[in-house]
């Protein structure tokens, strides 16, 4: 339990290949679980990954499993490890025995193996000749939105801003950050449209906002949290944000520089 005394985490696990990347070996993520909210003991759902992502083919390659309590920043924290195998993972499902979860040294709990199986193999022979034997037909076109939102992809929306001078001065009616308590300005129209949609695919509806291009006390920010909290809910918590900043006493400026926001979202 990351979250402290009286309080639950929301775990998940990544499955990690190791792979030889410039001469140095280092460990890929290739699989992630869903997050179980408020759990100790989650009981996540079947993950299936083809065993030349996961492995190679090679059934003893290692593989290591992290488990991390979510965090909607992006920052997870790590609640603990361990390394095994395909066949490691097999074993574990067939007699039961479980995988100590470790962190920094320390225990930090152990993983039960409710289920692993192969399938799908037709052939012992080397994985080189069954690839030689194989006919791959490409894709007629790439994936779209629809496609990963069915393949279960899940997103975290961050909302970037542009507080910019180039938008022109807000207190003006016919800008584009003009607040009219009659009517949505362009940027009102864009959060309701976009974020309106992508929150459906968000699992907690909870949304960082942040704004880049202007200047608080003389300094110009790069990014900063709009709004008293540090995520939105809901659309409506967004529009409440976006609002809230020009009470804050921002002054429009520059240069356009989008770069810190877009670090903070993808930490």
């Known amino acids: 339990n990351t979250e402290g005394f009286l309080r ?3 775990p998940f696990f990544e499955l990690c290949r190791r792979v ?17 909210k408020d759990n100790l003991s989650p009981d996540w759902k079947d993950v299936a990954v083809e065993l030349s992502i996961l492995c190679g083919g090679d059934q003893d390659s290692p593989i290591l499993v992290k488990v991390f309590d979510f965090e909607s920043s992006g920052k997870h924290e790590l609640m603990g490890q361990f390394e095994t195998s395909v066949n ?17 040294g320390k225990e930090t709990g152990e993983i039960v193996v409710a289920k692993a199986e192969v399938s799908g193999i037709q052939s012992s022979a080397p994985i080189e000749s069954q690839i030689a034997r194989m006919s791959i037909n490409p894709s007629s076109s790439p994936p779209n939105f629809v496609d990963y939102i069915s393949g279960g992809c899940e997103l975290n929306v ?12 807000p207190r003006k009616p016919g800008t584009l950050h003009y ?4 009517s949505l300005n362009d940027y009102e129209k864009a ?16 949304f960082p906002v942040l704004g880049f291009g202007a200047k608080y006390n003389g300094e110009v920010k790069h990014c900063f949290q ?33 770069t810190e926001v877009i670090q903070t979202a993808a930490a």
């Not at 460990?27 to 679980?33: I, P």
């Not at 490691?88 to 920094?104: I, P, Q």
């Open 8 to 10: 639950k985490s929301d």
């Open 20 to 36: 030889d990347a410039a001469g140095a070996q280092t460990w890929d993520n290739v699989a992630k679980s869903d997050v179980v």
């Open 88 to 104: 490691g993972f097999v074993a574990a499902a067939r007699n039961n025995t479980t995988f100590k979860l470790t962190n920094r």
């Open 158 to 169: 961050v909302v970037g801003i542009d507080f910019t001078g180039s938008n022109g001065d």
């Open 179 to 182: 607040i009219d308590p009659n």
């Open 191 to 206: 959060i309701k449209s976009i974020v309106g949609i992508l929150a459906k695919y968000d699992s907690d509806k909870k």
């Open 226 to 258: 709009c709004g008293p909290n540090e995520e939105a809910s809901d659309v409506e918590g967004v529009l409440e944000a976006y609002r809230s900043v020009f009470h804050s006493g921002l002054v429009l400026s520059s240069p356009t520089d989008i």
